[in-house]
């Protein structure tokens, strides 16, 4: 297929066209991997924002509970709760370590 001039234009042209499929085949295959950092980041983000207001509210309970043992047990089985569902999110949302 020589669209223009002789043998040596034809092998440019192909080389061309190799070129430009290779980057469109990155650059789509660039565009699924922003895709799936991007709903990382979300989730990481989701994760970070429930433990903030978590560990704010420990705070506001605390003096909540005051001395009472009865509420300070109740809030403790409450933060263990809580603790294990942080654990297991932050594992969930972690990604493998590279390897080597």
Same mark, same amino acid.
């Not at 809030?75 to 569902?85: H, I």
């Given at each position: !297929?020589?669209?223009? @001039? $002789?043998?040596?234009?034809?092998? =440019? +042209? =192909?080389?061309? %066209?190799? #070129?430009?499929?290779?980057?469109?085949?990155?650059? =789509?295959? !660039? &565009? @699924?991997?922003?895709?799936?950092?991007?709903?990382?980041?979300?989730?990481?983000?989701?994760?970070?924002?429930? *433990?903030?207001? %978590?560990?704010?509210?420990?705070?506001? +309970?605390?003096?909540?509970? @005051?001395?009472? /043992?009865?509420?300070? #047990?109740?809030?403790?089985?409450?933060?263990?709760?809580?603790? $294990?569902?942080? #654990?297991? &999110?932050? *594992?969930?949302?972690? /990604? &493998? &370590? /590279?390897?080597?």
């Amino acid at each position: !297929m020589i669209l223009f @001039g $002789d043998a040596a234009s034809e092998r =440019r +042209q =192909r080389q061309i %066209l190799y #070129a430009l499929h290779l980057l469109l085949w990155k650059v =789509r295959h !660039m &565009a @699924g991997e922003l895709d799936a950092l991007t709903a990382q980041v979300d989730s990481n983000t989701s994760v970070i924002e429930s *433990a903030i207001t %978590l560990i704010q509210n420990i705070k506001a +309970q605390l003096d909540a509970a @005051g001395t009472d /043992p009865a509420k300070l #047990a109740a809030l403790s089985a409450t933060l263990a709760s809580e603790d $294990d569902k942080l #654990a297991a &999110a932050v *594992a969930a949302n972690t /990604p &493998a &370590a /590279p390897t080597t």
